[in-house]
């Protein structure tokens, strides 16, 4: 069975959410549910995806991110993709989405990078 897994932890000022496993129709609302908290709390300066740990991503998951990544606008706040590989990095590149994220290859650099 497919799993997916969710958590978020302040690093400083920032905000890091570490996903894992397959995000999809069946596992997105574990991630909206997960960042419904983090923009609730009171928005980070910085907020990071790491999607290192993914192991799959359909069309769902994907429009969870760019809800996100618009949300994280509206509210004036800098979204990091860190660690997209795989499909998710395919459907990026085939959409033209590459360019709309803030892409960084580990969690560490993404928050150097402030």
């Known amino acids: 069975m497919a799993f997916f897994t969710v958590s ?7 905000c890091v959410v570490e996903t894992s496993g397959e995000l999809d129709y069946h596992h997105a609302p574990v991630l909206r549910s997960e960042m419904t908290r983090v923009w609730e709390a009171g928005p980070p300066p910085t907020v990071v995806i790491d999607v290192t740990a993914l192991t799959f991503c359909d069309s769902t998951g994907v429009a969870e991110l760019i809800t996100n990544l618009r949300r994280s606008g509206a509210l004036g706040t800098r979204l990091v993709l860190v660690g997209v590989h795989g499909t998710l990095e395919r459907i990026l590149a085939i959409t033209g989405l590459r360019a709309a994220f803030e892409l960084s290859p ?6 150097r990078q402030r």
């Open 106 to 111: 580990s969690v560490e650099e993404a928050l």
């Open 8 to 14: 978020s932890n302040l690093h400083g000022t920032a």
